[in-house]
Nanobody, 114 residues
Framework: VQLQAFGGGLVQPGGSLRLSCAASGSIFSISVMGWYRQAPGKQRELVATITRRGGTNYAESAKGRFTISADNAWSRLYLQMNSLKPSDTAVYYC?????????WGQGTEVTVSS
């Protein structure tokens, strides 16, 4: 599975961004898709995940502000981020889980700053 994330950038506090991740290859094997992030000097952490059945899971910091979704073909993963805070500044990575391995995209950088 190949993943390519894009949509990051610089946004002011309170603003919005929509991240996208394009999946290709053996997407039929994907069971869970998700977004993780890694802030400078910190460990990578979960942001949100979504299952093929549409079940979602959010980090406490993302609840009420972020929405994860995927297209019907499971070839695109999205993360709508609203009410962004400086603490959301990080490199965001898309991730998919398959029976064999997890796969990671290359990351897209989000900076929230005035």
């Amino acid at each position: 599975v190949q993943l390519q994330a894009f949509g990051g950038g610089l946004v002011q506090p309170g603003g919005s961004l929509r991240l996208s991740c394009a999946a290709s290859g053996s997407i039929f094997s994907i069971s869970v898709m998700g977004w993780y992030r890694q802030a400078p000097g910190k460990q990578r952490e979960l942001v949100a995940t979504i299952t093929r059945r549409g079940g979602t899971n959010y980090a406490e910091s993302a609840k009420g502000r972020f929405t994860i979704s995927a297209d019907n073909a499971w070839s695109r993963l999205y993360l709508q981020m609203n009410s962004l805070k400086p603490s959301d500044t990080a490199v965001y990575y898309c991730n998919v889980e398959t029976p064999a391995y997890p796969y990671w995209g290359q990351g897209t950088e989000v900076t929230v700053s005035s």
